[in-house]
């Protein structure tokens, strides 16, 4: 059976690394990545990725939250939120793009894995510490 593909989109090199090796760890193969919205746009079109992990703030001119509603127009891409911090602001803003996830930079691998199978599964919103 194949792996699922996943796009990662993180501004801070650390952090994305991390998750990189998260992501596999748990079985899935990360196709791309990507430090800011626009290379994001751009390469879930291109590589039409099964999920997408996207960072909320994003350096440049464009945030995630932004990405993520331009690539829904383009490609249906489940798209999980990570985020350190979360204002009701943007929260709202996340809400408005319907993502499959919500989770906190620093979320267990459990968590992980749970955002991961719901959104490349396609059973919608799954249950976790930020729940929208």
Same mark, same amino acid.
């Given at each position: 059976m194949a792996?699922?593909?996943?796009?990662?989109?993180?501004?801070?090199y650390i952090i994305l690394a991390?998750?990189?090796?998260r992501v596999e760890d748990l079985g899935y193969q990360v196709c791309c990545q990507?430090?800011?919205?626009?290379?994001?746009?751009r390469l879930a079109k291109q590589e039409k990725p099964d999920?997408?992990?996207m960072d909320v703030a994003l350096c440049g001119r464009m945030d995630g939250i932004e990405a993520a509603?331009?690539?829904r127009a383009n490609v249906d891409i489940p798209i999980i939120? $990570?985020?350190?911090?979360m204002?009701?602001?943007?929260?709202?803003? =996340?809400?408005?793009?319907?993502? %499959? +996830?919500? $989770?906190?930079?620093n979320c267990l691998d459990g968590e992980l894995k749970a =955002?991961?199978?719901?959104?490349? %599964? +396609?059973?919608?919103v799954i249950d976790h510490p930020l729940k929208i």
């Open positions: 792996k699922s593909k996943i796009m990662i989109v993180e501004d801070e991390d998750l990189r090796e990507a430090a800011s919205g626009e290379e994001a746009v999920s997408i992990l509603i331009l690539i939120f $990570l985020t350190a911090y204002d009701e602001k943007n929260l709202k803003r =996340a809400k408005a793009v319907k993502p %499959s +996830g919500l $989770l906190l930079k =955002a991961l199978e719901s959104a490349c %599964s +396609g059973t919608g």
